[in-house]
């Protein structure tokens, strides 16, 4: 069974950093390609940035450019999500998802899905 759990969200000032955290298990995960999407109020899901199983970074979001980075610890079967001079903007629940491959650059997702965690960036 595919498990895929996500930490590190949180309140957040405009101009501030969170790291998140999406622990995978069920899966082998070496072998995976790794996204993160959002999904803010009233809005689609979006795909944010994505990590290839080799480690090479895909940014999907051209508003999180220069801010956000993604990188993966396939020891820990974790991959992360750094956030820096996070906006209002960058409000959403963010989800993980196990990808099935990842084909030039797109990023094609499975139906595996963690459980969201809530980024809340206001002053």
């Known amino acids: 069974q595919v498990h895929l759990v996500e930490s590190g969200g949180g309140l957040v000032q405009p101009g501030g950093s969170l790291r998140l955290s999406c622990a995978a298990s069920g899966i082998i995960f070496s072998r995976r390609p790794m996204g993160w999407y959002r999904q803010a109020p009233g809005k689609q899901r979006e795909l944010v940035v994505a990590?290839?199983?080799?480690?090479?970074?895909?940014n999907y979001a051209d508003s999180v450019k220069g801010r956000f980075t993604m990188s993966r610890d396939n020891a820990k079967n974790t991959v992360y999500l750094q956030m820096n001079s996070l906006k209002p903007e960058d409000t959403a629940v963010y989800y993980c998802?196990?990808?099935?491959?990842?084909?030039?650059?797109?990023?094609?997702?499975?139906?595996?899905w963690g459980q969201g965690t809530q980024v809340t960036v206001s002053s």
């Open positions: 998802n196990a990808g099935s491959t990842i084909s030039g650059t797109y990023y094609y997702p499975s139906d595996y």
């Open positions: 990590i290839t199983s080799g480690g090479r970074y895909l």
